[in-house]
Structure formats: structure tokens, C-alpha cells
């Protein structure tokens, strides 16, 4: 991904020099055909197009930003009802993700998320362990966080 960057990068100076404008619109143009070459010719290089882990990454953070404004709307929910009838769980939920980095990130968008927090992760870093504020099936809740934060972090890192 970095060599596809930097040589994106240099074709964009080459275009700035080749044309003599040395502006930021100028730079932009020629990052952009830049980026349409190294598409076109992204067969040749053993990785897949950077520009698809770029796409990925804005997913994974959209994802997250949709999934903690429900989150903030289902605590505020919780709160402001006059009798609290929340039914807390603690679960462990099993995780395909292999590397640290990964369940790592993982880790920190759950916790990030209103309501909920990793409270361990398993010596071999497939299990966590997380407590929920307020669970009324916990399958359909481990359900939800591997069809949305697991799934997007892999696209992200494979």
C-alpha cells in the first residue's frame, strides 16, 4: 500500500513538472490520474489497489459513527425512563480477527460504543468478553457487532 502511495505520489509531482504549475489544484490532478493509472495497471503489483483500504477505513469509521449514535439514543432511552428495567449481561463473544492490532481495534470500538465494554479478551485472542448495559438476546448482540465492526475491521486488514 505504501509503494502504491508514494509512486501515486510522484506521478503527481511529475505532473506538476511536466506542466510547470506548481499549485495545490495542480498536485490534485495529477494525484487523481495518478491514482487512475495505478488502477488500471493494479494487476501488476502483489497487493490490492491502496485506494480499496482507504474506502475501507472511511466504512469501518461510518460504521462506527451509525452504530454509536444508536447506541447514545438506546442509553438515553434507558436513562430517562422513570423506572430503570435494564437487564445487564456479561457474554463472551468468539472473533475470526487474528492479529493484536485487530482485536485490539475491536476491542476499542465495542468500549467506545454507550452501553458497552470489553471487559477481557482470551489468551489466544479469540474470545472476548464483554459486559452490556441492557441485552435482550445476546446472540442477536454478537450477531450484530461480527456482521458490522469484525466484518469491516477484516476488510480493512485483509
Given at each position: ?11 503527481a509531482?511529475?505532473w ?8 495545490g489544484?495542480?498536485?490534485?490532478i ?9 488502477f ?5 503489483f ?12 472511511i466504512k469501518?469509521l461510518?460504521?462506527?459513527l451509525?452504530e454509536?449514535?444508536?447506541a ?8 430517562l425512563r ?9 457474554f463472551a463473544?468468539p472473533?475470526k480477527?487474528?492479529?493484536d492490532?485487530?482485536?485490539?481495534t ?18 489466544d485472542?479469540?474470545?472476548?468478553y ?11 448482540v ?7 465492526f ?5 476488510e480493512?486488514s485483509?
Amino acid at each position: 500500500m505504501s509503494f502504491q502511495l508514494l509512486l501515486n505520489v510522484v506521478i503527481a509531482v511529475t505532473w506538476m513538472f511536466l506542466r510547470g504549475i506548481w499549485t495545490g489544484p495542480s498536485f490534485l490532478i495529477g494525484f487523481f490520474w495518478g491514482a487512475v493509472m495505478l488502477f488500471v495497471f493494479r494487476r501488476f503489483f502483489p497487493q490490492r489497489f491502496y485506494l480499496e483500504k482507504v474506502f475501507a477505513v472511511i466504512k469501518l469509521l461510518l460504521i462506527f459513527l451509525v452504530e454509536l449514535f444508536k447506541a447514545n439514543i438506546a442509553v438515553i432511552q434507558d436513562v430517562l425512563r422513570p423506572k430503570l428495567n435494564i437487564k445487564p449481561a456479561i457474554f463472551a463473544m468468539p472473533t475470526k480477527l487474528e492479529k493484536d492490532w485487530e482485536v485490539t481495534t475491536l476491542s476499542l470500538l465495542i468500549t467506545l460504543t454507550p452501553g458497552t465494554v470489553v471487559i477481557d479478551v482470551s489468551d489466544d485472542n479469540s474470545t472476548l468478553y464483554i459486559h452490556a448495559m441492557n441485552v435482550d438476546d445476546i446472540d442477536e448482540v454478537i450477531k450484530d457487532i461480527q456482521h458490522s465492526f469484525e466484518k469491516a475491521i477484516m476488510e480493512v486488514s485483509r
